[in-house]
């Protein structure tokens, strides 16, 4: 992909007396270089002094990818609007579901073809907050559909992250409603498991707890979400554990 | 209300019974919301049945509402104690001899989070739920 080239003037530290052995290097305020993630080493001294790429540049990336995906995702929504506003045909998203009139619909993310039993799920548990009143069960549990949305965002922020990180495809979880007005995500793959609860307050944390059933006294994970970061590392690794193989 | 029966002590080996509305099964099973407490102050927990003064199928009769239909769970004691912060306590209630409380936090912190993932770990079918056609006691 081309870049948009960017004056070094901006950027360089000169060091006199280095030479860089280019003849056909140009002055510096006429020299133009492509912006690198990561410093580019210029010698093997050079290679053997950059730093590793630690995992928390990476958990890094994925949010700022994820971020991206956000800020892309709202783009093409206000342009769909707009177009749907002048009667001019529609933009063909590439979704895994048909579009649907529900308001439900449009915390679905843009999730591929490959996710299908993740926003299968998704569809199938618009059911917890459509719920007819059922005269039979006065314990019902209920939820609101801004906590069902909420909880929907953690779900399809972390699979796209794993899928678009490792290639993996989580499993689909068990959506319901919880206590409280909550809302429970629940994962099985034996021997891997993990439930993350949403609050129906939407200033407390959800929390999650996950465990290895061949080894559950030294070998879980728990936890509180950052309401800051999109993606929480502890459950971003145990849902890897679920993906399919 | 605890008059007139004693309050007793639950020995780990017996069980725990507990209906299970049909509309919280999902895929053959119990959703892990079902695990939750209910009342306040000192009545508030878990509302299960002790074995010792209770069928799974007199604890499935119990439900108030005609219409109610699902299934009932069992649960070991011993399986529930150690959960962390579960406590099990007899809580005998005038027509209900075997009413026993479930205590400990079961939502809005880890901790809660925690007991109800591992509630999915030690429930078994009593009676399971299959349908309005018919249902089967589970060996």
Redesign the interface.
């Known amino acids: 992909m081309r870049r948009n080239p960017i004056n070094i003037e901006l950027l360089e530290v000169e060091e006199p007396g280095v030479e860089t052995g280019c003849s056909d290097w140009l002055p510096s305020r006429e020299r133009e270089m492509q912006p690198l993630g990561f410093a580019a080493p210029q010698s093997h001294e050079d290679w053997s002094n950059a730093p590793a790429i630690t995992t928390q540049d990476v958990y890094r990336l994925a949010a700022e990818l994820a971020q991206m995906r956000e800020q892309i995702s709202q783009q093409l929504t206000e342009i769909q609007q707009k177009l749907s506003q002048r009667r001019e045909p529609r933009l063909r998203w590439h979704r895994t579901k048909p579009d649907r009139k529900d308001t439900g619909q449009r915390v679905l993310r843009f999730l591929p073809a490959d996710l299908s039993p993740v926003s299968d799920a998704i569809e199938n548990s618009k059911a917890i907050f459509n719920?007819p009143p059922?005269?039979?069960?006065?314990?019902?549990?209920r939820c609101s559909q801004e906590t069902w949305r909420r909880a929907i965002k953690i779900l399809t922020d972390h699979a796209l992250t794993v899928w678009e990180k490792a290639k993996a495809i989580i499993r689909a979880p068990?959506i319901?409603?919880?206590?409280?007005g909550?809302v429970?995500l629940?994962w099985t793959a034996e021997p891997y498991?993990?439930?993350?609860?949403v609050?129906a307050d939407p200033t407390?944390p959800a929390?999650?707890?996950?465990?290895d059933?061949t080894n559950p006294d030294s070998n879980r994970t728990?936890?509180?979400l950052n309401s800051s970061k999109l993606i929480d590392p502890g459950v971003l690794m145990w849902l890897a554990h679920t993906a399919e193989q | 209300m605890s008059e007139p029966w004693p309050i007793e002590q639950i020995p780990d080996a017996d069980l725990l019974f507990m209906r299970v509305h049909r509309n919280d099964i999902q895929n053959g099973q119990p959703i892990p919301g079902v695990f939750k407490n209910r009342g306040e102050g000192e009545q508030e927990g878990m509302s299960t049945d002790w074995s010792s003064y209770s069928t799974a199928e007199q604890t499935k009769l119990r439900a108030t509402k005609p219409a109610w239909r699902g299934g009932v769970i069992q649960m070991g004691v011993g399986h529930v104690r150690k959960i962390p912060r579960q406590t099990v306590e007899h809580a005998p209630l005038l027509v209900n001899r075997a009413h026993t409380n479930v205590k400990g936090p079961k939502s809005g912190s880890v901790e809660g989070t925690q007991a109800r993932y591992l509630f999915m770990k030690v429930w078994r079918w009593a009676i399971r739920y299959e349908g309005d056609a018919s249902a089967s006691t589970a060996a």
């Open positions: 719920r059922d005269p039979s069960d006065d314990l019902a549990l068990v319901s409603a919880g206590p409280d909550s429970d629940y498991g993990l439930l993350l609860n609050p407390q929390t999650y707890f996950g465990d059933a728990s936890g509180k």
